[in-house]
């Protein structure tokens, strides 16, 4: 029996990629808070899973089994509208972004240490223990 290292880990994956991906996106607000005219950006973390949700291909490989593969891409960038637009154009709201990085950043681990959990439960399964 082939085993997928994608099906074994699932959804987790493609979330820590999604996760890792804002991040950037984040932090690239961040940077730019006080360039005239930037729009502050964002991923819809959500609407960007579920996308990749209605992209899994499964297909049973045992009765009490299913093989899933992730055949989505990475949600669209869109933009913030803020609260309170400055004079210069910039849309960045620095205690939103930072606020929005550092909950992303906990979602982050939290994805890590369960897929991190996949991984050790492979290993021992592996190893037979």
Do not use: C
């Amino acid at each position: 029996m082939k085993i997928s290292l994608d099906n074994a880990l699932g959804i987790h994956g493609t979330a820590l990629n999604f996760r890792a991906a804002r991040a950037e996106v984040l932090a690239n607000n961040l940077i730019n808070a006080d360039t005239p005219g930037y729009k502050a950006r964002d991923i819809n973390f959500s609407d960007s899973l579920k996308t990749a949700q209605h992209s899994v291909r499964v297909s049973r490989t045992h009765d009490r089994h299913l093989n899933a593969e992730i055949v989505g891409g990475m949600g669209e960038k869109l933009y913030r509208i803020p609260l309170l637009p400055s004079l210069d154009g910039n849309t960045v709201d620095a205690q939103v972004e930072e606020s929005n990085y550092m909950r992303n950043a906990l979602e982050f681990q939290t994805s890590f240490t369960i897929l991190n959990g996949k991984i050790r439960g492979l290993k021992a399964a592996i190893k037979g223990e």
